[in-house]
């Protein structure tokens, strides 16, 4: 009789269900549009902040080494270690490799270019770059790490070089210098006794970077490599990777942790593991987290995500009203029913026991019904904000928010139908009986 | 039913305690006071009277003469401030609220004015709604019921599908279902057009030669003429008359 009382209820009184259901559905699509977004967001951020650069920088471990002769360091400004070219295949090898999003390996070497053939030399620094390298099918190279580079022009092509004729990009204030424009020619003089001694060298590309490097000429890594007499080497890499925020455990140094916790802290895609990998994958190599990008893609992070917990939060609550106000409506609307039933010898507590049944099946229905809308809700919305990477919206069905988000539409709907139900059951039944009560 | 004489104060039961020991409701001295904005209202006051066993008692009076207070108690949907007020041979006054509704549930049926069926329920199955609340449903007893009021082609219609004196039979095939020693009837006829009227009249009237112990309140006369003995109130003092005692006009 309970469950005939609780369907019969549904299937006859769908409109005073309406409202109270409505309540519910509109803060559990609020919540779980907000816990969807909240987390898939660490991807879509990662996204937005790789247009800051790269987020980890390998180099020489060499560099590392204090090289004091008589209190004087004596180590090379700009390092005498390189590393191998031929080694960074090896990145895409470890474990979080497929969370490698872009590489650039960078070789400067110190010329001296002149405007003419046999003019006035001025010194000047260029770097080897890839520029669209195939790097185990990811296209990836300085453009793609430097995003907010503006190129008027080509990027060098690396086959196009040769001992006495290459392409190069140049730095804006360089080009302003030199007075060069796309498609004019100057010459280029290697330090003497060092790989090429000079060529000829055509403006592809005028870079605009807003930093140092537009002081600098941009030329492909091999024919860097060329001028610097070391073919096959690096001086530095610069690595985009999809990482997980930094927390408290990603700081600790895996040396001094158990194996277990060890397996746990290698196996997140924690921008400190990934380095970790990285340098137990080429040996003599030091990679180090870049924290200017990390820092603040965490820091982003955590205050979204505060945010998204305050407005999901801001949802149950109105929607606990809602359901508060709805409820009071119904139950006012029933009070014949529940005078009728103490009546009939039911306990404040069989009466109560019906109405949170009833309250409850309408928060499973409408938390269910929420948890679909608000997974298409996120979608939506992720479109919108995140429309650079895309703006199509992808389904964020995520399994695990259906328990959490019932379970927190049933919480809302039976606190908020609370002060209904105790207020109807404190009713005289007899004046709600009596006619001329 | 002439106007015979008329009363200013309390009569005694004429029954007295004689009546006592085969009396299924018993009350004396009964007085229920509700506390008021700084005072204390007495809506009934010293109530003695009893009723026996398969008797009609209509009970009578103005508004505000204390009709509701009294049938709360007989009903059980209250307690007596003092006094014994005993159903059945068991003294209700002091048990507790959860004792008190399953006492309701075991010895009073209530027929109300306003019917108060579940309107998305069937007759069927608010006469069950009753079986539910006192011990459990058992469907065949319910349609027994229906049948016997003269329902058996309307049990699976809802109360909106019925008419006034339909769903008022629903309700006292309702009232009927747990074979209560005491029908409690509030104004069971104040809500029917007069056809209507004299079928639960006559239903009632069926039901007491069977041997229910009926509690009717009424404003109509012929109503309350059909009953074997009229309890009138005024003023929170109850006025007791024999069977076929005369009517009493009550100086207010």
């Known amino acids: 009789m309970f469950f005939r009382l609780l369907m019969e209820s549904f299937r006859r009184q769908r409109r005073r269900k309406l409202l109270a259901g409505i309540a519910i559905l509109l803060g559990t699509t609020a919540v779980t549009a907000m816990l969807a977004l909240a987390t898939t967001i660490g991807d879509r951020i990662h996204k937005e902040l790789a247009v800051y650069g790269a987020n980890i920088v390998i180099y020489p471990k060499a560099d590392l080494l204090d090289v004091k002769i008589g209190g004087v360091d004596v180590k090379p400004a700009s390092g005498g270690s390189y590393l191998k070219e031929s080694d960074l295949p090896k990145l895409k090898t470890i474990f979080w490799g497929n969370n490698i999003t872009g590489v650039s390996p960078e070789l400067p070497v110190e010329l001296a270019a002149a405007r003419q053939s046999g003019g006035t030399l001025f010194p000047a620094r260029a770097v080897g770059y890839w520029f669209d390298h195939d790097f185990g099918g990811l296209k990836t190279g300085a453009p793609a790490l430097h995003p907010w580079w503006k190129l008027h022009g080509a990027w060098p092509t690396a086959n196009a070089a040769t001992q006495n004729a290459m392409n190069v990009a140049v730095g804006m204030k360089f080009a302003q210098q030199l007075g060069l424009k796309v498609g004019d020619k100057f010459s280029l003089h290697a330090a003497p006794g060092v790989g090429a001694s000079s060529s000829t060298a055509t403006v592809v590309g005028i870079v605009t970077t807003g930093d140092d490097t537009e002081n600098e000429i941009l030329l492909s890594l091999q024919d860097a490599q060329m001028f610097a007499g070391a073919t096959g080497s690096v001086r530095r890499v610069e690595v985009s990777a999809r990482t997980k925020p930094e927390d408290a455990f990603a700081r600790v140094d895996p040396d001094s942790l158990t194996p277990a916790k060890r397996e746990i802290w290698y196996c997140r895609p924690y921008a400190n593991s990934i380095a970790y990998q990285i340098r137990e994958a080429i040996p003599g190599a030091q990679a180090e987290q870049v924290r200017r990008v990390e820092q603040s893609e965490g820091n982003v992070l955590s205050r979204i995500s505060g945010l998204m917990w305050l407005i999901s939060a801001a949802a149950l609550l109105a929607a606990g009203f809602a359901v508060s106000a709805a409820m009071a409506t119904a139950i006012l609307e029933r009070r014949g029913e529940i005078g009728l039933m103490r009546s009939l010898g039911a306990s404040k507590g069989a009466i109560a026991m019906l109405f949170y049944a009833e309250t409850g099946l309408l928060a499973i229905f409408a938390g269910t019904l929420g948890y679909l809308l608000g997974s298409g809700l996120a979608a939506w919305l992720g479109a919108r904000i995140f429309a650079g990477d895309g703006g199509s919206a992808e389904a964020v069905l995520i399994p695990v928010l259906l328990p959490v988000v019932v379970a927190l539409a049933l919480v809302v709907a039976l606190v908020g139908s609370t002060p209904s139900i105790r207020a109807a059951l404190r009713m005289d039944p007899s004046a709600i009986l009596r006619a001329d009560a | ?252």
């Open chain 2, 1 to 252: 039913m002439s106007e015979a004489k008329v009363q200013t104060g309390p009569l005694v039961d004429p029954y007295g305690s004689t009546r006592d020991d085969c009396a299924v409701i018993a009350l004396k001295q009964v007085t229920r006071e509700y506390a008021g904005h700084g005072s204390v209202v007495r809506a009934l006051g010293d109530a003695t009277f009893s009723i026996v066993a398969g008797e009609w008692v209509a009970i009578t009076g103005p508004s505000g003469s204390g009709k509701s207070t009294l049938v709360n108690l007989i009903g059980c949907l209250d307690r007596p401030t003092s006094g014994e007020l005993k159903i059945d041979n068991v003294d209700v006054a002091s048990m507790s609220a959860t004792e008190l509704d399953r006492f309701r549930a075991d010895k009073i049926g209530f027929i109300f004015q306003q019917f108060h069926l579940i309107p998305y329920l069937s007759a069927l199955e608010n006469v069950m709604l009753a079986q539910y609340f006192h011990s459990m449903t058992d469907e065949a007893e319910a349609r027994a019921a229906l049948e016997r009021v003269g329902l058996d082609k309307r049990v699976s219609h809802l109360p909106s599908e019925l008419s006034g004196g339909e769903q008022q039979r629903v309700c006292i095939a309702r009232a009927l279902i747990n074979n209560p020693p005491v029908l409690l009837a509030d104004e069971p006829t104040g809500n029917l057009d007069a056809a209507n009227q004299t079928i639960v009249a006559e239903l009632l009237q069926d039901l007491h030669r069977n041997g229910h112990t009926i509690v009717m309140v009424t404003h109509d006369p012929e109503m309350a003429g059909l009953a074997q003995r009229r309890i009138a109130l005024s003023h929170g003092k109850v006025f007791c008359h024999p069977v076929g005692g005369p009517m009493v006009t009550l100086r207010r």
